[in-house]
């Protein structure tokens, strides 16, 4: 076995932070984008996935950016919340909904997709307190300082 393969395919150590407070588990089955995602912990979560229209698809389940789009918005409400209630303006985030649009392309110089995200807050005037959320969420700072990914064979 080449040492390529040995423990870890790829590893990146960015943003590192041992001791981890929740470990969500979820397993891709099928052809990918027109599979089936399962999570089993806590409550569980099976959806069926399925290419979007817009990408020739059928359209017919989720697909894998509406999932993130859909996390990092919770997320990031998490955070302005959070951060509210830390800095005495938990008032101005009690009402506040957070929109996510996450762009699926070709990035510029390598083969593959890229993403895009772009984030609206609405009921919240505050940008102090936007901002303040944009560096407290994990998403956010995921994309801005990377994680760490652990790739490896099972």
Known sequence: MSALFSRSLVRRTIAARPGAMYTA???????????????????????????????????????????????????????????????GKSDMAKNATVHTQVHMGQPEGMDGFGLEVDIQVEGVDDTELIEAAHKACPYSRALDKGVVVNVSKK
């Not at 891709?28 to 996935?49: E, I, P, Y």
């Not at 918005?73 to 830390?86: D, H, I, T, W």
């Open 25 to 87: 588990h979820a397993t891709a089955s099928g052809q990918g984008r027109n599979g089936q995602v399962t999570s089993d912990d806590d409550c569980g979560l099976q959806l069926r996935l399925a290419m979007p229209r817009s990408l020739g698809g059928k359209g017919d389940g989720q697909n894998p950016e509406q999932l993130f789009a859909m996390g990092y918005a919770a997320c990031f409400l998490s955070a302005m919340q959070l951060v509210a209630g830390q800095t």
